[in-house]
Antibody, heavy 120, light 113 residues
Framework: EVQLVESGGGLVEPGGSLRLSCVAS????????MSWVRQAPGKGLEWVAN????????YYVDSVKGRFTISRDNGKNSLYLQLNTLRGEDTAMYYCVRGFSHSSGWFDSWGRGTLVTVSS | DVVMTQSPRSLPVTLGQPASISCRSSQGLVFSDGITYLSWFQQRPGQSPRRLIYKVSNRDSGVPDRFSGSGSGTDFTLEISRVEAEDVGVYFC??????????FGGGTKVEIK
């Protein structure tokens, strides 16, 4: 069974930083793109970032470029998202999502999420 | 960026009756490999999203066969043949053909009349 377990969320002041983590199990982590998707309270879904299987390519939504960094450690089956210079509009539930495989396409498995609240 | 427009935003349905959700993209969604990367997700209250349909019409494992996806080009539809109480929630379409960014529709809230 595929499992994605996020951690690291919390309350942070504007301008602060957080590091989100996601531990994956139940599949060959190194064979999949991985992603972060967020959802502001009461709002829709917003893709945040993608990372290729070997970590050689990363992509971001414009609103987080230069502030967020996605990374992975295939030896630890772990995905990370470093959040810097946080703003109120970054307040959201952040989901770790299994990204892409040729057989099943995009976003077939989601974690339960970790909540990031940016407020003074 | 590809804009995904869903309608309606709210859909009250009688139990046992069909429901249909539309999703339109601002550009055609056929990728260079010939595949259309259009997916549908269900988010029940208080839960994470769950993918129901991928590549327009492929149902995910464990998804009841009352859910079906169709469409082509820029127009796509999710249909529920007979709505059950467990189908209450918000449904999102998403395109992964032209990215970055991958983009979602605004969501359709399905509720029971």
């Amino acid at each position: 069974e595929v499992q994605l377990v996020e951690s690291g969320g919390g309350l942070v002041e504007p301008g602060g930083s957080l590091r989100l983590s996601c531990v994956a199990s139940g599949f060959t982590f190194s064979s999949y793109w991985m992603s972060w998707v967020r959802q502001a309270p009461g709002k829709g879904l917003e893709w945040v970032a993608n990372i290729k299987e070997d970590g050689s390519e990363t992509y971001y939504v414009d609103s987080v470029k230069g502030r967020f960094t996605i990374s992975r450690d295939n030896g630890k089956n772990s995905l990370y998202l470093q959040l810097n210079t946080l703003r109120g509009e970054d307040t959201a539930m952040y989901y770790c999502v299994r990204g892409f495989s040729h057989s099943s396409g995009w976003f077939d498995s989601w974690g339960r999420g970790t909540l990031v609240t940016v407020s003074s | 960026d590809v804009v995904m427009t869903q309608s309606p935003r709210s859909l009250p349905v009688t139990l046992g009756q069909p429901a249909s959700i539309s999703c339109r993209s601002s550009q055609g969604l056929v990728f260079s490999d010939g595949i259309t990367y259009l997916s549908w997700f269900q988010q029940r209250p208080g839960q994470s999203p769950r993918r129901l349909i991928y590549k327009v019409s492929n149902r995910d494992s464990g998804v009841p066969d009352r859910f079906s996806g169709s469409g082509s080009g820029t127009d796509f539809t999710l249909e529920i043949s007979r709505v059950e109480a467990e189908d209450v929630g918000v449904y999102f379409c998403m395109q992964a053909t032209h990215w970055p960014p991958l983009t979602f529709g605004g969501g359709t809230k399905v509720e029971i009349k």
